[in-house]
C-alpha cells in the first residue's frame, strides 16, 4: 500500500468497541513491519495461511485516532 506524497491520510472508522471516528493511517516497512506481522500471524493464524497463498508482501497499516 502507497499513500500518495499530498494526500490526506485519514479515513473514518466504525467499529463496535471503538465507535466511530476519524482515523490517521500511516503505513510500516522494514523491522517495524515484521514485527507488527509477526504478531497478527501469532493472533491471528488465518493471516499466515494467507501470506503463504500469496506471492506479495502484505501491507502492514497502523490506524491511531487523529484529531
Known amino acids: 500500500m502507497r499513500i500518495a506524497s499530498g494526500c490526506e491520510p485519514r479515513s473514518d472508522l466504525r467499529d463496535v468497541s471503538y465507535g466511530h471516528g476519524r482515523v490517521g493511517r ?11 506481522w509477526a504478531a497478527q500471524k501469532v493472533a491471528f493464524p488465518g493471516f499466515a495461511d494467507y501470506e503463504r497463498k500469496t506471492g506479495r508482501e502484505i501491507p502492514v497499516v497502523v490506524l491511531e485516532p487523529a484529531p
Open 26 to 36: 500511516h503505513g510500516r516497512h522494514g523491522e517495524e513491519r515484521e514485527g507488527i
